[in-house]
């Protein structure tokens, strides 16, 4: 089967280059480039400011992917955090709100393969520490608040040994857009051979040291610090230790602690045999901005320095970075605007959980059904299936206490993803019977507030080609409610899309925008209130030259005033004209409660919608159901006896916001179309 091509609009594009223009032409004129010009690098990328995978070192020998393949859990309480955090096996866990750690500065233990990310910009760990032991790897640390462990009258830190995050003797760490202030010791330790480590869009405030790498007479770490901005600190900004590469940049330094030390307030140091590459930084109001032992190599190019004094080493070659990795730098005299906007705990982290699959199982789930059971049950944060181009031949259900899941397609078109299976309703069941209208569909959707857009699902089942009694094939049955279907389509021939309730009284919305659906019997039918708004409808011959089948079979509760609503969309058929109804009532088991509603409004006909378009279903006339249309046009639209017109008072009572609102409220026809 084939069908339109999507009509997408272009991706929006989010840049910073209105900030940074202003940033540049705000450079104080005291400031003064600590390298040629043009040697700032390429412009900075117009698009986010940062990734959600990690980047730099962290990247490298096999990469950092943190929880991949784990449950995802929210803890909101030390034994949970603890538990999850400490546990063998890999989880993803979302840390809501703030925990205070007992007694005051414990470490919590951080075992492999986690991810810990706060749920927004309120996520805080209080009076404690994340400790990574020897031997921890794959390890993902981001968007959390570590705060308050300090110990009054310990400046040095030399009575506690209270970090915000100590690593020794790991490997694959990534600590990205958190905030570390006000600790007992250092806020970031990275030490003893630690490698494979990238320090990202962080927060280092209101401290002593912030921030110190080595403790080992080996030069093996390798680590990537950028972005970071270091304020109201004293020293270790980093001080970096026979790393054997550290490469900085894009990071700001302002504020920095007056205490007078002509030495032990300073910026970077890179110590011992550490080879460093400075790249695009902006160091403001700084003592020794950056400086090296002689048996070290630093390299710096392209940063910006005010207010500066003391040392600005630069000699030997250390390293070329872009040997190791790619990376784009952005202007240094753009760093303080982007860093301080950007750095620490955002908003936007968190809340949506995203899992990235492919069709041949090398994702971070090897299938749709893995991924969704790794969402907990009355999960209370959005998890994205981020689905790579492909055909994804497997079915797949979303479990009733399972909520707040979008499946995403990632391609150009909702037809470069594909999730599709071939069962129909009469196949047999191992245990005897056959599978039913549930166990045809390719996939399931109980649960609520569920999300698709930019993909197919398809029954390829081939009524056609096999004698079967039961050919029903659903491409999606839905019992949710609030599910949105955006620029997504449906492909099967009977039954295609079944929105339906948990049972007859309750009520369930569907709201399905910019999306094609295609099929022959009864191929959009339930009870759910759904609205199919903007969208192409495709009623597919079965080669009949009077009945190729039903657009509609409607089972709205009679107390429910609002069952289908497909309006502002086309209906297109290459069937014969006069051979295909817009609908019929549907009865489950005979239920004379169950009145079909379908409004049909401001739509486009084709020829081969009959003039009389409604008609009986098992004994129950049409007439006795809730049928109409308003103002539809085209060569299959008509005013006739056989076609009940809504009047106009009563159309306007029928919009999408009366289908959606509900005792809720819910609106997504007013938020933009959005693209994966």
Same mark, same amino acid.
């Given at each position: ?9 272009r ?6 280059l ?5 940033a540049?032409a705000?450079?104080p004129p005291?400031a003064?480039?600590?390298a040629?010009a043009?040697?700032a ?5 117009s698009h986010r400011?940062?990734?959600d995978?990690p980047h #730099?070192?962290?990247?490298l020998?096999?990469?950092?992917t943190? #929880?991949? #393949? ?6 909101r309480?030390q034994a ?22 007992e007694?005051?500065g414990?470490?919590?233990d ?5 991810t810990?990310?706060?749920? #927004?910009s309120t996520?805080?760990?209080v009076?404690g ?9 794959n ?9 308050d ?6 400046w040095?830190?030399?009575?506690t040994d209270f970090d915000a995050?100590? $690593?020794?003797s790991v ?11 006000? $600790? ?5 330790d ?7 480590i990238t320090?990202?869009?962080?927060r280092?405030d209101h401290?002593?040291?912030?921030f110190?790498i @080595?403790?080992?007479p ?8 950028d972005h970071?901005?270091?304020?109201g600190?004293?020293?270790r900004n980093?001080?970096a230790d026979?790393c054997?590469y550290?490469?900085?940049y894009?990071n700001?330094?302002s ?13 970077n ?6 080879? $460093?590459v400075i790249?695009?930084?902006y160091y403001e109001?700084v003592?020794?901005?950056?400086q ?11 940063s910006v320095?005010?207010?500066t004094?003391?040392?600005?080493d630069?000699w030997?070659?250390a390293f070329?970075?872009r ?10 005299a753009?760093v303080?605007a982007l ?5 620490g705990?955002q908003?936007?982290i968190?809340?949506?959980?995203v899992?990235?699959?492919?069709a ?14 790794a969402?907990?049950a009355r999960?209370?944060?959005?998890v994205?299936?981020s689905?790579?181009?492909g ?11 399972q ?5 995403a397609?990632t391609?150009?078109?909702?037809d ?7 069962t129909?309703a009469?196949?047999a069941?191992?245990g005897g019977?056959?599978?039913?209208s549930?166990?045809?569909?390719t996939?399931v959707v ?5 999300t ?5 699902f398809?029954?390829d089942f081939?009524?056609?080609?096999v004698?079967?009694n039961g050919e029903q094939?659903l ?7 609030r599910?949105l279907f955006?620029n997504?389509?449906?492909l099967?021939?009977?039954d295609t ?12 919305r ?13 191929f959009i039918?339930?009870r759910?209130?759904?609205v199919v708004e903007?969208s192409?409808?495709r009623?597919l011959s079965?080669g009949?030259?009077t ?7 409607a089972?709205t509760w009679?107390g429910n ?6 309006t ?15 609908g ?5 088991s005979?239920?004379p409660d169950?009145v079909?509603?379908v409004?049909i409004?401001?739509t486009?006909l084709?020829?081969a ?5 409604w008609t ?8 006795e159901?809730?049928?109409s249309e308003?103002?539809?046009h085209?060569?299959?639209a ?7 017109q $809504?009047?106009? @008072? ?16 819910w ?5 933009r179309?959005?693209?994966?």
């Open positions: 089967m084939t069908h339109p091509h999507s009509k997408r609009s991706t929006r594009v989010l840049g910073l209105v900030a940074l223009a202003a540049v705000g450079l005291t003064t480039a600590a040629p043009g040697a690098g390429p412009a900075p990328s400011a940062w990734s995978t #730099g070192f962290a990247s020998d096999g990469g950092t943190g #929880g991949r #393949g784990g449950k995802v859990v929210t803890v309480n949970d955090l603890a538990r999850y955090a400490g546990a063998e096996e890999p989880y993803i866990i979302r840390v809501a709100g703030t925990i205070a750690v007694p005051f414990s470490d919590i951080v075992a492999s393969d986690k810990i990310v706060g749920v #927004g996520a805080e760990l009076h520490e994340l400790h990574l032991n020897p031997g921890t790897h390890v993902i640390i981001r968007n959390l608040t570590i705060r462990s300090y110990v009054e009258g310990d040095d830190g030399k009575t995050i100590q $690593m020794d490997h694959h760490v990534w600590i990205d857009h958190n905030r570390f202030t006000h $600790m007992g010791d250092g806020l970031l990275v030490r003893k051979d630690s490698e494979y320090v990202s869009y962080n280092f401290h002593n040291k912030a110190g @080595g403790w080992t080996n030069v093996k770490t390798q680590i990537t610090i970071n901005w270091f304020s600190t004293k020293q980093p001080s026979n054997a550290a490469h900085l894009n700001y330094l504020a920095q602690v007056e205490d007078g030390d002509p030495v032990f307030s300073y910026g140091w890179a110590r011992g045999r550490t080879k $460093m790249e695009n930084s109001d003592q020794h901005p950056y090296a032992d002689a048996t070290a190599e630093l390299v710096q190019r392209g320095t005010e207010n004094t003391g040392r600005h630069a030997g070659t070329e970075p040997d190791f990795y790619p990376y784009r730098l952005d202007p240094a753009a303080p860093v301080t906007k950007f750095s705990p908003k936007s968190g809340t949506d959980t899992l990235r699959l492919k041949d199982g090398s994702g971070d789930y090897p299938t749709l059904q893995a991924a969704v059971d969402v907990p999960n209370d944060g959005r994205t299936l689905l790579a181009p055909t994804y031949r497997q079915k797949v259900r979303v479990g009733k206490e909520h707040r899941i979008t499946f397609g391609g150009r078109h909702r470069d993803t594909l999730i599709v299976f071939d129909p009469g196949e069941k191992p019977g056959t599978v039913g549930w166990g045809s569909a996939v109980e649960g609520d507030d569920f698709a857009r930019n993909l197919t398809s029954n081939d009524e056609a080609a004698e079967i094939a491409a999606v049955k839905t019992t949710g409610d599910l955006e997504t389509g449906f099967g021939n009977q899309l079944m929105t339906d309730t948990p049972v007859l009284t309750e009520t369930a569907v709201y399905v925008r910019d999306s094609y659906i295609e099929g022959d019997v009864d039918y339930g759910a209130t759904t903007r192409v409808i009623a079965r009949s030259a009945n190729n089948g039903y657009i509609t079979a089972s009679k005033p609002y069952g289908f609503l497909i502002r969309s086309r209906i297109v058929s290459d069937a014969p004209a006069q051979s295909f109804h817009l019929r009532p549907w009865h489950p005979g239920n169950a079909g509603q409004l409004r401001e486009a084709p020829a919608v009959k003039s009389a378009p009986d279903m098992s004994g129950f006339p049409w007439q159901a809730r049928f308003y103002r539809n085209g060569p299959g008509a005013v006739t006896p056989q076609r009940p $809504m009047p106009a @008072g009563e159309a306007a009572r029928h919009q999408v916001s009366d289908y959606l609102a509900g005792q809720d409220g609106a997504p026809h007013r938020t179309a959005r693209t994966a």
